[in-house]
């Protein structure tokens, strides 16, 4: 009994392996997708009245995600159904088919063998009228600011009206952009569209302008032929309205938070008397106001702030901090590199503060030269941003002084006793020349001069070419912003460590003094970038010690 037992499992078992799927063992890999041997509709077919599509293959295949990878224009929603069974697919659209209307469905993805995943390669076009629309847009999507290709992003088309709005209305016709950002919108009538592209990180078709990245063309087209090479330039606004979220007390501090990031804003308390300090957070919607009301209750003052699309929000709060004592921040001052330029004998050094400063002492900082010669900084020597979180110096210096030349003499260098290294010039603040609103003292800064030779660094030479208000840029390859400058057509960017940059202009059309994005209520698009390319087409410029570039030509 026991034997038959087991010999009944052993068949059952191989029975079950042999009933498996699975991909083959050895030889050479699949790469040849599924074939359509058939499909009802058949392609181009017209005067279709069922909402069923039915698809058979030359081999077994399976579904992925078909609800994302299946594009059907006009949309028809996400209500769709798919089936598979062995080498057929059924694609029930679940919607009422418009009349005289040209369908297009791409299965992009959906469709893949399974063995090693190979998608099918099925384009299907229908018409439920006489004919099959023919018209096409083609073109690409990159990012209005660094022209990086927008992969997988959805390409939407809308019939134009007044009140169709990317922010509120779903479009008709979609795709999708490949890897290169390239895009074709296809079987198409002739009509008035607007066209945009978006990433649509929630699949609902819908524009959000708080999480996701998007562009649209300003003019709307009028179809009448096929259109090619339309670029789309992505940005990231929000254009919902700026709102005061809350206004709290927070630990020892009283926070205002906002729906947006501002570009700017104003604290003024309505009794003049009083002085309020605050400081933007690096999230750039929170204004943090430290408490100098010392034995008031609250204070009443005006808020004013400003976002990207220069939409003003001004209100009256009162301020108001724990009566009892609360945990405090902790005080943080960092510098930038201390250094002085050969070229123009600039002395520059930048300090960063986690608080608003209340007193600096200049007399307590000074540039020392050694034990026995300092020079002495004034007031006019420094430069704080409006909050008193951010301070620069810039001062003119005599390099003589600071690096005085070695006037020993080959003998006397031989003659001369071995000793400690001789220290360089630093610029020195001692302890206590820093205190924050809260009464912190920063740490005293022993900071050395780097003194940056002219042939250690590079220069490159700008040639601009254009009618219109305008600023260049040259920023790093990760983007970082070295230096720019404004309506100068011919100058040259000195000073430059050795690295390679990239060089580009704005075409500042607002005349704002910034690079701004699109605005699709205004149906202004963002305000055009040109990088400059070399022969090659390249955007990077490598530049290395003791070079100078040549004028770079921009054209606009």
Known sequence: MKIRWLYFVLISSLLCQCAKQTSPTGGPTDETPPALE????????????????????????????????????????????????????????????????????????????????????????????SYIDSLSINGRVQDALTEKDQNN???????????????????????????KGQYALENLKAGTYVLYAFDDNNRNLI?????????????????????????????????????????????????????????????????????????????????????????????????????????????LLYMKFPKKEATRDKFVATVVKTFVNESNSILSSQFRFSKPISNFYTDSTFIEIDSLTRIPLSQEDYAWERNRTQLTLTKKVDLNVLFPPDTSTAESKKTKSPGPP?????LILTKGSIVSIEMDTAQSFNLPISYIKKESTAAIEINVQTKEDFIVQVSTRSGTIVDERKNQKIFVFENLPPDTYQVRMIIDINKNGRWDPGDFRTKTEPEP??????????????VRANWHLNPLLITY
Do not use: C, M
């Open 38 to 129: 058939r499909s009802n509709p058949k392609h181009e077919q017209t005067n279709v009245k069922s909402s069923k599509i039915e698809l058979t293959f030359n081999e077994a295949i399976q579904l992925n995600n078909a609800r994302e990878q299946i594009i059907i224009t006009p949309s028809v929603g996400k209500k769709f159904e798919t089936t598979f069974n062995k080498r057929s697919v059924t694609l029930d659209l679940k919607a009422d088919l418009q009349e005289n209307t040209t369908y297009n469905i791409n299965f992009r993805e959906a469709i893949q063998d399974i063995t090693e995943k190979n998608p099918a390669i099925v384009k299907l076009a229908f018409s439920t009228g």
């Open 422 to 426: 001789k220290k360089g010039p630093a």
């Open 529 to 542: 970038i040109i990088y400059y390319r070399n022969a090659k087409g390249l955007k990077e410029t490598p």
């Open 153 to 179: 992003y959805t390409v939407a088309l809308a019939e134009a009206s007044d009140t169709f709005s990317i922010f509120k209305h779903p479009a008709s016709w979609i795709t999708v952009t490949n890897k």
């Open 207 to 315: 524009v959000d302008s708080k999480s996701e990245q998007y562009g649209f063309l300003s003019q709307q087209i009028n179809l009448t032929k096929n259109v090619d090479s339309v670029k789309l330039r992505t940005f990231k606004l929000d254009v919902n309205k700026l709102k005061l979220i809350s206004a709290r007390t927070t630990f020892a501090y009283f926070d205002i938070r906002f729906s947006k990031s501002l570009i700017r804003y104003s604290v003024t308390p309505i009794d003049s008397t009083v002085t309020v300090y605050s400081s933007l957070q690096p999230d750039l919607t929170t204004v943090k106001l430290y408490n100098t009301i010392s034995g008031l209750d609250s204070l009443q003052i005006r808020v004013s702030a400003t976002d990207s699309l220069n939409s003003t929000l001004d209100t």
